[in-house]
């Protein structure tokens, strides 16, 4: 990673979304998550932002590049939830009737 690059919006969404799991696991107290977020949102780049976790521990899925298989498991579910609904209230509406 070259510290020099200029921080995407996407960048700094990213560490925000990781300094909450470290104040969710105790790591960070409120005051610090508010106060490393408002830096984090002032970053220019790359070593801004990596300056900001440098002092916690990696997240557990930063290993490897995300799985696409847990992403479909996860919609297959909520499609079988939403269809099960649909089922559901349409039943109820012929009941009603």
């Known amino acids: 990673m070259d510290v020099e690059l200029r921080a995407s919006d996407d960048d700094r969404q990213r560490v925000v979304a990781e300094l909450q799991g470290h104040t969710a696991a105790g790591r960070l107290t409120l005051d610090e998550f508010s106060d490393r977020v408002g830096a984090v949102w ?3 780049t790359l070593g801004d932002l990596a300056a900001l976790t440098r002092d916690l ?3 557990a899925g930063a290993a ?3 799985s ?3 992403g479909r498991r996860e919609l297959l579910v909520v499609f079988a939830a939403a269809a099960l609904t649909l089922l559901l209230l349409g039943v109820f509406m012929a009941v009603s009737r």
């Open 68 to 70: 696409t298989t847990h």
């Open 64 to 66: 490897g590049p995300p």
């Open 57 to 59: 521990p990696a997240p």
């Open 42 to 44: 002032n970053a220019r």
